[in-house]
């Protein structure tokens, strides 16, 4: 079984800065990989799919890529709204979630 | 417009049995997959398992298979997740959700939190 590593667990930043989130597969894995958002109190919303496809209605500073073991998210310019909670998934596993806090 | 809804929160004793439901309007149900996904208080998301509406193919993943019941009816367009024994440990809030390719879920339900407790 593929384990999944999400990290940081936290990540301080200031609105406009550029964010990576990251996560890293025990094994080289295919592009069956997903990046979603949650905010407190909402189910979990869709961003990125097949490693890099914004899923509809997505932002183009949200964007997604995949080399080898890593797969990364990266917020090009933080808004306010994207203050959150955000879970990578590989496959069937859910990394365990990086909170993006204001600084 | 795609809507899962999913039924109200619950509380119920440990050793009773719970079904909750998800009910989908705005596509073919039948046609696409529905999974479940468990957050336990404070916690992260864990993939349940889903099921292919259209001809009841079910896959659990092996932390939840034997604990839970996935099903659904295509007569309503409506999937199920049940428990047989509730335990405190099911304390969360249980999302379902609809799976595309490799799955992963483009659209979710609004959840349903089960509080188990004596």
């Known amino acids: 079984e593929i384990v999944v590593t999400q990290s940081p667990a936290t990540l301080s930043v200031s609105p406009g800065e550029r964010v990576t989130l990251s996560c890293r597969a025990s094994?080289?894995?295919?592009?069956?990989v997903a990046w979603y958002q949650q905010k407190p109190g909402q189910a979990p919303r869709l961003l990125i799919s097949?490693?890099?496809t914004r899923a509809t209605g997505i932002p183009t500073r949200f964007s997604g890529s995949l080399s080898g073991t890593e797969f990364t998210l990266t917020i090009s310019r933080l808004q306010s709204e994207d203050f959150a909670v955000y879970y990578c998934q590989h496959y069937r596993t859910f990394g365990q979630g990086t909170k993006v806090e204001i600084k | 417009e795609v809507q899962l809804i999913q039924s109200g929160a619950e509380v119920k004793k440990p050793g009773e049995s719970l079904t909750i439901s998800c009910q989908i309007s705005?596509?073919?149900?039948?046609?696409?997959?529905i999974g479940w996904v468990r957050q336990m208080p404070g916690r992260g998301l864990e993939w349940m398992g889903f099921?292919?509406?259209?001809?009841?193919?079910?896959r659990y993943s092996p932390s939840f298979q034997g604990q839970v019941t996935i099903s659904a009816d295509k007569s309503v367009s409506t999937a199920y997740l049940r428990w047989a024994s509730l335990k405190a440990s099911d304390t969360a809030t249980y999302y379902c959700?609809?799976?595309?390719?490799?799955?992963?879920?483009?659209?979710w339900g609004q959840g349903t939190l089960v509080i188990v407790s004596s």
């Open positions: 097949g490693a890099s």
């Open positions: 959700a609809r799976s595309g390719t490799a799955s992963i879920f483009d659209l």
């Open positions: 705005g596509y073919s149900f039948r046609s696409q997959w």
């Open positions: 094994q080289t894995i295919t592009n069956s």
């Open positions: 099921i292919f509406p259209g001809d009841s193919d079910t």
